[in-house]
């Protein structure tokens, strides 16, 4: 159902419908796509809402495919947790996001994305201190991304996080309130932060009710002594209402989209005077 192109790329027939053949075709691309130099990380700033000066960047991957042009995240990194291209995509998104820190300046931290098959790989700890020792930059600038899904029910997971995070590298729970055992998971996670999932902060609409899971991430977060980062900011209504809540740090497109590391260090400049 497929065969290569002139170019040594799949060629996606009408008919490759199923998953699986799908998947297979897009895994052996990704399996290449780093030595064709398709792969490139972007930065998205992490704002204080009130000043607007920059805390941090998250790091997310983008593959333009040789031959179908940009493929999404949500479309790709599935496929890659699933044949474990993850791992060493996920560790050179790492050393892309280090080396990033200077561009980015004035202590602020580097978020990147951990991976539920990366937590299990056993040499994690060791490979994220490396990639930081590589590039210099002191552990407390590290923010590791990880969803509630890939903690539960993950001893191992967790145990590399307390190492992590006793090495001065901060964790931040992604997509939080979208899991279902958080709750009752998240009084003994290792974590620092809690990111407020986008769908609970586009229900922002000045209600009580559009405002409950919100304010309830907030309130569970100041008790357990957690800093909150709303994500998918897109309006000043969302701002304004996520300060009055007590969530005064935020990430989308009200502040900025994710940026190539020049647009990244023109947006610092910009938004930072000395
Ligand atoms: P995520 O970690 O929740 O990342 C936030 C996503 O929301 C990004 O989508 C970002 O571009 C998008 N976003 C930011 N601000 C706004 C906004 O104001 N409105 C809306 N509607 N969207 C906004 P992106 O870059 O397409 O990434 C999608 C997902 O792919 C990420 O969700 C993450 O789960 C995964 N991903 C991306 N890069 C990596 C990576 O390097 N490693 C791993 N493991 N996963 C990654
Ligand atoms: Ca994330
Ligand atoms: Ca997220
Ligand atoms: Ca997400």
Redesign the pocket.
């Known amino acids: 159902s497929k065969r290569a192109g002139s170019h040594g790329f799949t060629v996606y027939q009408p008919g490759m419908v199923d998953r699986r053949s799908a998947d297979a075709a897009l895994a052996g691309d990704l399996d290449q796509a780093l030595d064709r130099d398709e792969l490139a990380v972007v930065f ?1 700033p992490i704002v204080d809402t009130a000043s607007g000066r920059t805390l941090g960047a ?4 983008r593959w333009e495919h040789g031959a179908r042009g940009p493929i ?3 479309a790709f ?1 599935p496929v890659a947790e699933r044949t474990g291209a ?1 791992i060493p995509i ?1 560790l050179w ?1 790492l050393e892309q996001a280090l080396a990033q820190a200077g561009t980015l300046g004035g202590g602020r931290y580097l978020s ?4 539920p098959r990366q937590l299990r790989e056993p040499t994690i700890v060791r490979d994220v201190l490396a990639a930081l020792a590589r590039s210099g930059v002191p552990a407390g600038r590290l923010v590791l ?1 990880i969803t509630e899904s890939a903690l539960v029910d993950d001893g191992n997971g967790i145990a590399a996080l307390h190492e992590l995070r006793a090495h001065g590298v901060r964790i931040a729970v ?2 939080f309130g979208t899991g279902f055992s958080s709750l009752q998971y998240l009084t003994r996670l290792p974590c620092d932060i809690l990111k407020i999932d ?1 769908s609970f902060v586009a229900e922002l609409d000045g209600s009580t009710e559009g405002a409950a899971v919100t304010t309830a991430i907030v309130y569970l977060a100041n008790v357990l002594g957690l800093r909150t980062i709303a ?4 309006t000043r209504e969302q701002a304004a209402e996520l300060r009055s809540l007590g969530c005064e740090t935020g ?4 502040y900025a989209k ?1 940026l190539s590391p020049a647009g990244l260090a023109e947006h610092v400049k910009e938004r930072n005077p000395a």
């Open positions: 998205q998250e790091a997310l991957l999404r995240p949500d990194i993850i996920g998104v990147v994305n951990l991976s991304e992604d997509d986008r994500e998918g900011v897109e990430q989308g497109y009200l994710p």
